[in-house]
Nanobody, 115 residues
Framework: QVQLVESGGGLVQAGGSLRLSCSAS????????RGWYRQAPGNQRELVAYITSNDSTNYADSVKGRFTISRDSAKNTLYLQMNSLKPEDTAVYYC?????????WGQGTQVTVSS
């Protein structure tokens, strides 16, 4: 089992920045990918970004050039640096890891961007 704890969400004005963190504990051996999804009220959960074990990254078109995903292997922590935030980025952000074909999720952290 893998336990994930997110932090760093909050309220920010449009154009501002936030950095989300996701700390992993438990059985972290075998993790092949880590990433972030988000879900806004009334919308389906959408993939924001992910990073693989060889540090290959992928972003949703809506966040390219504004968000950066990174990881610190020594700390077992995943980050999402979010710049130039827009009101449409408002959502609950969930981190996840893929381990041996299974997905593990954090509890989510709210990001609210005011106009």
């Amino acid at each position: 089992q893998v336990q994930l704890v997110e932090s760093g969400g909050g309220l920010v004005q449009a154009g501002g920045s936030l950095r989300l963190s996701c700390s992993a504990s438990g059985s972290t051996l075998g993790i092949t990918a880590r990433g972030w999804y988000r879900q806004a009220p009334g919308n389906q959960r959408e993939l924001v970004a992910y990073i693989t074990s060889n540090d290959s990254t992928n972003y949703a078109d809506s966040v390219k050039g504004r968000f950066t995903i990174s990881r610190d292997s020594a700390k077992n922590t995943l980050y999402l640096q979010m710049n130039s935030l827009k009101p449409e980025d408002t959502a609950v952000y969930y981190c996840y890891v893929r381990r041996w074909g299974s997905l593990y999720w954090g509890q989510g952290t709210q990001v609210t961007v005011s106009s």
